[in-house]
């Protein structure tokens, strides 16, 4: 290091330093969050691959003898009566309804996250504490009431469904519960504050006068929406569909109170693995794909995403 | 200007901030967030057991929820694990934010904001199982019992939920002032307390409030995490899913809801003579 | 302001805990609202004992819970069937409450069982059975058959709920099929998915929170606990218990003493006190299911001692069964079905 400092210019030198410095200020300013995580989520996670890779024990737990099984039953499922091998088709139907479901539900909170966040942004200082705060005041309430708050709403006999027929919009209750649909609802739902904080920071910060600019070439409001205020507001839209897409994916009670059950969604899935199906390496071994699978996402998705802005 | 022109016939002012149709949007959102609020407030008042079978006015299942301890301590304590993993998650996210936003690449960068995001990586369950085998040995090891452990999970938990709005403020953020702060020659300390912190500021409530109310709405991970006597609001819902629900659970959300707007009433009247001029 | 925060939590998290470390407690880890609250008050008036109870939702996560250990608990409900399980793994304190003074009030049904021959470790808490309701007005047949759910008739198509439940289902659905509950016979299990899978798109839904729903129509049938029936008839008249003749699942809850307890004396002060027939009647009372005590009938609420969903009527007595703990294999084809049933 010493001799390599020697022989390269001073001024180098001088910017190698701070450099260094640089990084490791941010890596102390890291280092709360990074222990934090280490000790209450990731840490405890190497548990959770370690046994992706051990025998299941006879009831919950795992037996230390190492093996592949859980893996193998990912992707392939020995039928149960004549023993062939086939592609683990249940597997694939779920995980794809959830990816097909955590998409939805993302872009519908985008779809109305995103003027509701605006709605806020553009009110005066004092107005946006208030409709901050009457956006997350329902999720002050517990999820599980909540949720069954919103089946009472659409149920068949619920408040939805007799204004319909009162005000003669339909002639017999629409079965709106238990259906993806309703899923779907409950999941934005669920996700809509997700979307709408992360927005809101962004577009809280954006520079009005760049409006005034855009109308004075002539644009018109869906180009001066589309050229000036999507782009500056891109870190927004990004954090708030990671927020959102990513539990998403993970969602537990949304899909079993709302969908009726009938559908398992990952999250289900692994909830039975780990669950009364008592086998803890296969749950291991699915969630530590969807990890993987997500965070290969992710890093695509921010990589785009950054490298569109540095060009734009 | 052919939108001006009818904005003015409309005899409104054109706005360059309004973007039509979106107030309706807004407040359709608000609606839909607050019709089931409404129905689960209705059904506190409701003299039968069901959350879903309306027998009628009462008041009962509030003098229900008032003699009963174990759900008012377990709604306190919601709210003091949810308070302190917010305050500590958005802490944290808040210095990560900074070393990894606006700032050149370095190496470890990407390992650092993969690893901030990983609790939304997986479903909870599976956090909460490693959680569990891992706080238990802990447990057994120093017999401390405490809420630190549901601190700590729920604080790690929500770790992403603050640092995400944060991270986006600050790329929507410019740096000159802070570069004009340090040619003031003002410490780095300085130019953070006095230009970076007001402006991120609304990041951070943004980030803290997301924190609050994931903390608030745990199941899973409190179920595994917790020892004997620390039920939650949410998990002592859990335990009553299989069986029945009663609106006791209503009331006491009601209650809370009541509680929260009106300190929030009290603190918006407290401060409307200081911020008195709007924007 | 965050240090401010911070601090007084913290404060009010010790405040909380702290109160754990007086003499005389005990910790009951129970399934959600199935506690009768004066019966714990009755037992710390009595014995000076400050009792707090802490719910779970499933006898995986009590198994997975106890298992880890550093719960702190004293006290848990398993299952019939978790029983076997808990005690193979060296879980529970063989508290021999068959030795304890009234345990001459349990039944002579229930002093011997398989799941806990002799009564070495656990005392009954509650117990019932896993049949089917149905809403007389959706449908006048029969309703003491499986086939509510198995094969709906015309009337319930799309109106039926099936509980969450892999081993009450399996086990009402191998009945169904004319085999043992527990049973790995592969001709059998085919049978019973080729039924189950037949079925599926008639069911409304597969949920919980059946008490409500059938309460207020909005199931017309269920899979369901027979207390559950008994609280949705209070409400709804129409709904009736159906005690399936090609077999139901029969279950029981049974309190034991967790091996690592540290208030072992009290847990078992506690063991003896639910023996007691006024006091299992208030258990009774609460959740609404018999308990397995003699002379706890004349406490009990009037309303429960004619009620047909907790006296088994004679002619379906012997069609109940309560599932064993079924192997590690069956469990393993048992959750292949279940999962290809929701895929």
Redesign the interface.
């Known amino acids: 290091m010493a001799a390599a400092d020697t022989n390269t210019p001073a001024i180098s030198s001088h910017e190698a330093r701070v450099n260094t410095q ?2 490791r ?6 280092l ?3 222990c ?2 280490l ?10 691959l370690i046994y992706s890779f051990l025998e ?1 024990g ?4 795992v037996t230390w003898k190492p093996t592949l099984d859980a893996w193998f039953k990912i992707f392939f ?1 020995v039928d ?2 004549d023993e062939t091998v086939h592609l683990a ?2 597997h694939l ?2 995980f794809w309804r959830s990816v097909k479901l955590s998409l939805l539900t993302t872009l519908i909170t985008f ?3 995103f ?2 966040a ?3 942004a ?1 009110r ?4 946006r ?2 409709w ?15 949720t ?6 659409i ?3 619920g ?1 939805v469904n007799t204004l319909a027929i009162k005000f003669g919009f339909i002639d017999t209750p629409i079965q709106m ?2 259906t993806e649909g309703a899923v779907l609802l409950g999941m934005a ?1 669920v996700y ?3 979307m709408v ?6 577009i ?3 520079d ?1 006068r760049l ?2 600019a855009g ?1 004075d070439l ?1 644009a ?2 869906w180009q001066v ?1 589309r050229r000036i ?1 999507l782009p ?2 891109s ?2 839209i ?3 569909s ?2 959102v897409f ?2 998403s ?2 969602a ?2 949304t899909p ?2 709302l969908g ?5 969604m ?7 693995q ?7 390496p296969l ?2 071994a699915l ?1 530590m794909l ?2 993987i699978v ?2 290969v996402a ?2 695509f998705y ?1 990589r785009a995403i950054s490298g569109e802005r540095s060009h734009g | 200007m052919a939108e001006a022109n009818r904005a003015a016939k409309k005899g409104k002012t054109f706005s360059v901030k309004t973007m039509p149709g979106f107030t309706t949007v807004a407040m359709i959102c608000f609606i839909v967030l607050y019709a089931p609020i409404v129905t689960l407030v209705i059904y506190s008042f409701n003299a039968g057991n069901s959350i879903a079978f309306w027998e009628g006015f009462s008041i009962r299942w509030y003098f229900i929820a008032l003699e009963n301890t174990v759900v008012q301590e377990a709604a306190l304590r919601s709210l003091i694990i949810a308070t302190a993993a917010a305050a500590i998650a958005s802490t944290v996210a808040t210095m990560a934010a900074i070393a990894t936003t606006r700032t050149r690449p370095f190496r470890g960068r990407t390992a650092i904001y993969l690893m901030i995001n990983q609790p939304l990586m997986v479903p909870e369950i599976v956090t909460a199982v490693a959680l569990l085998i891992f706080f238990a040995s802990i447990k057994v090891a120093t017999g401390y019992t405490g809420l630190g452990y549901l601190i700590i999970a729920h604080a790690a938990f929500c770790v992403p939920f603050a640092y995400l709005p944060i991270r986006a403020r600050l790329e929507s953020m410019d740096s000159t002032l802070e570069a004009a702060a340090a040619d003031l020659y003002a410490t780095p300390w300085q130019a953070f307390r006095r230009i970076t912190l007001p402006l991120l500021a609304p990041g951070i409530i943004a980030g803290a409030m997301l924190a609050f109310v994931i903390s608030l709405d745990d199941v899973i991970i409190t179920e595994f995490v917790k020892s004997a006597g620390q039920d939650t609001l949410p998990t002592y819902m859990l335990g009553q899913l299989r069986r029945a629900i009663t609106p006791e659970v209503n009331a006491i959300s009601t209650a809370l809801l009541v509680l929260t707007l009106v300190l929030l009433s009290v603190f918006f009247v407290l401060t409307r003579d200081r911020r008195a001029n709007p924007d | 302001m965050n240090v401010r925060t911070l601090l007084l939590a913290g404060v009010a998290a010790f405040a909380l805990t702290s109160g754990a470390n007086a003499e005389g407690e005990l910790n009951i880890y129970n399934w959600g609202n199935y506690t009768s609250p004066d019966l714990i008050k009755k037992f710390e008036e009595k014995y000076d004992v400050k009792v707090t109870v802490t719910d779970y939702d499933s006898n995986d996560t009590a198994l997975t819970k106890i298992e880890a250990g550093g719960h702190g608990f004293d006290i848990v409900v398993p299952s019939a069937n978790y029983v076997p399980i808990f005690v193979n793994k060296g879980l529970l304190l063989e508290a021999r409450p068959d030795e304890m003074e009234n345990f001459k009030n349990v039944s002579e049904r229930w002093r011997d069982v398989p799941w806990d021959p002799g009564r070495h470790y656990t005392v009954p808490w509650q117990w019932g059975s896993t049949g089917v309701a149905v809403n007389k007005t959706a449908y006048s047949g029969d309703p003491n058959t499986s086939a509510i759910f198995l094969d709906p008739p015309e009337e319930l198509v799309g109106k039926v709920n099936v509980v969450p439940e892999m081993n009450d289902v399996m086990g009402l659905a191998i009945m169904y099929a004319g085999g043992e509950p527990c049973t790995e016979d592969k001709e059998v299990l085919k049978k019973v998915r080729d039924t189950l899978m037949a079925a599926k798109p008639k069911w409304l839904s597969i949920g919980y929170g059946t008490t409500d729903k059938l309460s207020n129509n909005e199931m017309m049938a269920s899979v369901n606990w027979n207390g559950s029936t008994f609280r949705a008839r209070l409400a709804n008249p129409n709904v009736v218990y159906g005690y399936p003749k090609e077999g139901y699942v029969m279950w029981m809850d049974s309190v034991a003493i967790i091996k690592d307890a540290k208030n072992v004396e009290n847990a078992k002060l506690f063991m003896n006190f639910i023996m007691e027939p006024e006091n299992a009647a208030m258990i009774s009372a609460f959740a609404r299911y018999a308990n397995g005590i003699d002379g706890s009938e004349e406490f009990m609420p009037d309303d429960m001692k004619t009620a047909p969903e907790i006296n088994v009527p004679a002619e379906f007595a012997d069609k109940g069964q309560f599932l064993p703990t079924c192997s590690p294999a069956a469990r393993d084809l048992y959750t292949a079905i279940w999962t290809e049933l929701q895929k």
């Open positions: 640089r990084v200020r941010n890596w102390l300013l890291s709360p969050a990074i934090l995580l000790i209450g989520a990731s840490g405890p996670l190497l548990i959770v299941p006879d009831y919950g737990g499922r149960i009566f088709d249940a139907s779920i779809a109305f996250g003027p509701t605006y709605f806020i553009t005066s200082k004092r107005q504490a208030a901050l705060f009457l956006i997350t005041i329902p999720f002050w309430t517990n999820l599980l009431i909540r069954f708050a919103i089946m009472e709403v149920r068949n006999e408040i519960l238990y739902y809509l504050p997700l904080l992360p927005l809101y920071a962004s809280e910060r954006f009005f409006l005034e109308y002539y018109n409001r929406f205020v500056l507001v870190p927004g990004v954090a708030g990671i927020l990513v539990p994916l993970g537990y009670v079993r109170v009726g059950g009938r559908k398992m990952i999250g289900n899935f692994i909830e039975l780990f669950g009364q199906g008592q086998n803890w749950g291991a969630s969807l990890l997500v965070a992710l890093l921010v």
